[in-house]
């Protein structure tokens, strides 16, 4: 009996010993609320039959239901996007494996700069009967040509005369076209109808560089550095035929640029967004959001001696519907300030570029399409509408 007891006690000593067992880790049930929402749903149903309705239930009033329902709704509407966006670039590829010229016509576009969005637009539009290399070239060159809005029907910003305002960000060129223009009206129609000034108080120098330019040219250059001294200085210079205003070069996410454009709120001024063309797609479809594109007047399309693509430029030039006032493609004033017409720019765009390690081949056609959405950076305007 002593012996059996020292066993059940040894036992009883060895089961307090030993470790609790680890508590079950149970995966959490991804889209939970989905499956919960469900349920409900069930329920409430079955609710509904035995009594006539469901509309008197609690869960009726829950806002948390509600919500989870909208929630759901979003998810699902979101993937339908996804899966009819996937379907549509592999129709789409399908396409360019059963017709090699417009296979052919994708890679020289992508190989250009311009974007996938606009890409797929133009090609889906391509005549079935169009077989050869270089018609299909030149047929994408005309729809791009008509696209592209220029002032080569209007007359020079030095013959319109008026108050225009540059507007970009830092280091695009707004001084240097600002003395381009200057020149070129001084040139027609004398220094003494022409007002120059400067809104740049942030930049170290900025006031010497325009002033510089104003001695040589013999017109006195003003500085206003409120909205007030600028309505002031406007009020002094309303007998000129042009007044050209320079702006502060500041980032488009700076918040100093959102008070700039209030500044410059004034019915008499015309704002011109000066765009550096030697810039990546999504930079320049930041900067035209940023600013208000498509408020201005125009745009001028800065340091195209720079620009190994202008494709992207004009790819964001065709989505928001922008007019090309004119371009400047050096640092000589005035003889690098053009106006050219949307042929000049869109040929300028589609020239062959000898850099291999950044060349788009018949592979990398399928991989851009694929690898994410073709409608662009977020936000961005749609590239429909091509004529």
Same mark, same amino acid.
């Given at each position: 009996?002593?012996?059996?007891?020292?066993?059940?006690?040894?036992?009883?000593?060895?089961q307090?010993? *030993?470790?609790?067992?680890?508590?079950?880790?149970?995966?959490?049930?991804?889209?939970?609320?989905?499956?919960?929402?469900?349920?409900?749903?069930?329920d409430?149903?079955?609710?509904?039959?035995?009594?006539?309705?469901?509309?008197?239930?609690?869960?009726?009033?829950?806002?948390?239901?509600?919500?989870?329902?909208?929630?759901?709704?979003?998810?699902?509407?979101?993937?339908?996007g996804?899966?009819?966006?996937?379907?549509?670039?592999?129709?789409?590829?399908?396409?360019?494996?059963?017709?090699?010229?417009?296979?052919?016509?994708?890679?020289?576009?992508?190989d250009?700069?311009?974007?996938?969005?606009?890409?797929?637009?133009?090609?889906?539009? /391509?005549?079935?009967q169009?077989?050869?290399?270089?018609?299909?070239?030149?047929?994408?060159?005309?729809?791009?040509?008509?696209?592209?809005?220029?002032?080569? @029907?209007?007359?020079?910003?030095?013959?319109?005369?008026?108050?225009?305002?540059?507007?970009?960000?830092?280091?695009?060129?707004?001084?240097?076209?600002?003395? *381009?223009?200057?020149?070129?009206?001084?040139? *027609?129609?004398?220094?003494?109808?022409?007002?120059l000034?400067?809104?740049?108080?942030?930049?170290?120098?900025?006031?010497? @560089?325009?002033?510089?330019?104003?001695?040589?040219?013999?017109?006195?250059?003003?500085?206003?550095?409120?909205?007030?001294?600028?309505e002031?200085?406007?009020?002094?210079?309303?007998?000129?035929?042009?007044?050209?205003?320079?702006?502060?070069?500041?980032?488009?996410?700076?918040?100093?640029?959102?008070?700039?454009l209030?500044?410059?709120?004034?019915?008499?001024?015309?704002?011109?967004?000066?765009?550096?063309?030697? @810039?990546?797609?999504?930079?320049?479809?930041?900067?035209?959001?940023?600013?208000?594109?498509?408020?201005?007047?125009?745009?001028?399309?800065? *340091?195209?001696?720079?620009?190994?693509?202008?494709?992207?430029? /004009?790819?964001?030039?065709?989505?928001?519907?922008?007019?090309?006032?004119?371009v400047?493609?050096?640092?000589?004033?005035?003889?690098?300030?053009?106006?050219?017409?949307?042929?000049?720019?869109?040929?300028?765009?589609?020239?062959?570029?000898?850099?291999?390690?950044?060349?788009?081949?018949?592979?990398?056609?399928?991989?851009?399409?694929?690898?994410?959405?073709?409608?662009?950076?977020?936000?961005?305007?749609?590239?429909?509408?091509?004529?």
């Amino acid at each position: 009996t002593l012996g059996a007891r020292r066993v059940d006690e040894r036992a009883s000593y060895e089961q307090a010993a *030993k470790p609790a067992p680890a508590p079950r880790v149970v995966p959490p049930v991804l889209r939970d609320e989905i499956r919960v929402q469900q349920q409900a749903m069930q329920d409430l149903s079955g609710i509904g039959h035995g009594f006539g309705g469901m509309g008197n239930h609690p869960l009726n009033d829950m806002p948390a239901s509600s919500r989870r329902e909208q929630e759901m709704m979003t998810e699902l509407r979101a993937m339908k996007g996804m899966i009819e966006e996937r379907f549509g670039a592999l129709a789409f590829m399908e396409k360019l494996q059963r017709q090699p010229a417009q296979a052919r016509l994708t890679q020289k576009l992508l190989d250009a700069g311009f974007s996938p969005a606009l890409v797929r637009k133009l090609v889906e539009g /391509l005549p079935a009967q169009t077989t050869e290399e270089a018609d299909s070239h030149a047929w994408a060159a005309n729809v791009l040509a008509r696209n592209v809005q220029t002032a080569e @029907q209007q007359a020079p910003l030095e013959d319109q005369g008026g108050v225009f305002a540059m507007i970009g960000s830092t280091g695009v060129g707004k001084t240097t076209t600002t003395a *381009k223009i200057a020149a070129a009206f001084a040139t *027609k129609y004398g220094a003494s109808q022409l007002g120059l000034i400067t809104l740049d108080a942030y930049r170290i120098g900025a006031h010497e @560089q325009l002033r510089a330019y104003g001695r040589i040219l013999g017109v006195p250059v003003h500085t206003a550095h409120d909205r007030a001294s600028l309505e002031d200085l406007l009020d002094l210079l309303s007998s000129k035929k042009m007044v050209l205003i320079d702006t502060a070069g500041t980032a488009q996410r700076d918040s100093r640029t959102a008070e700039l454009l209030e500044m410059l709120a004034h019915k008499s001024i015309k704002r011109i967004l000066v765009v550096n063309a030697a @810039q990546q797609g999504e930079t320049i479809e930041d900067v035209v959001g940023a600013w208000r594109g498509a408020e201005a007047q125009g745009v001028i399309l800065s *340091k195209l001696d720079e620009a190994v693509k202008l494709a992207p430029a /004009l790819d964001t030039v065709i989505r928001h519907k922008l007019r090309v006032l004119g371009v400047t493609n050096g640092q000589r004033v005035p003889e690098d300030w053009h106006r050219l017409s949307s042929q000049a720019l869109v040929q300028r765009a589609l020239r062959s570029h000898g850099q291999s390690a950044w060349r788009v081949d018949a592979n990398d056609v399928n991989l851009i399409f694929t690898a994410g959405s073709l409608g662009g950076a977020t936000g961005a305007a749609s590239p429909m509408g091509l004529n």
